[in-house]
């Protein structure tokens, strides 16, 4: 099973990761606004098809045209490895 990372490997991890930050019940998150609403579900389903190939696969909640997405590793009960690298795809696709 993949680790939980400890405070200091989150905390360089989300240096890495522009605008992602620790979100609740150990979680990592980001809010994008896109450009209309049609935009945001056209990034949905971009982000549904990575996810289904990562086999990882965020929280996603849609208001109008801003999109926050949440991963944990639930297996482990926290941050792993897994949410970073699933967040570092999913940053390629909403920006
Ligand atoms: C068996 C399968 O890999 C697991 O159930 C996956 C599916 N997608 C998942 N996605 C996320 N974000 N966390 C998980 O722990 C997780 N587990």
Do not use: N
């Not at 990592?28 to 990882?56: C, D, N, W």
């Not at 297996?75 to 792993?80: I, Q």
């Amino acid at each position: 099973m993949t680790d939980i990372l400890s405070q200091a490997e989150l905390e360089h991890a989300l240096q890495t990761l522009e605008g992602w930050s620790s979100g609740p019940e150990q979680t990592i998150e980001k809010t994008y606004t896109l450009g209309s609403f049609p935009e945001a579900i056209a990034r949905v389903a971009q982000a549904a098809e990575a996810a289904e190939e990562m086999q990882h696969h965020p929280r996603i909640v849609i208001d109008y045209k801003r999109v926050t997405l949440s991963l944990t590793t639930h297996d482990a009960g926290g941050v792993t490895q897994k949410d970073v690298d699933g967040a570092r795809r999913l940053e390629a696709i909403f920006t």
